[in-house]
């Protein structure tokens, strides 16, 4: 069985959010009910209160 990877989203990471179209950047991380907020890359659309298992990166994290 293959480990999954956990990781914790942070401000300024491309992701796609299940159920909407297209691709967004976080703006906002809340840690303690673990949510983001995000707006819809080249557009004027914003999400809120989106749990992080809702999220899939489309970019890699980079090393510290």
């Keep these: 069985m293959a480990l999954s990877e956990k ?5 300024g990471d491309h992701v ?3 159920g909407e179209t297209g691709a967004f ?4 991380v809340g840690h303690r009910h673990q949510v983001v907020q995000v707006k819809q890359i080249g557009k004027d659309f914003a999400l809120g209160t989106i749990p992080w298992k809702a999220l899939t990166f489309l970019d890699k994290p980079t090393p510290s």
């Design 7 to 11: 990781r914790i989203p942070q401000i």
């Design 16 to 18: 796609s959010v299940r």
């Design 25 to 28: 950047v976080i703006y906002s």
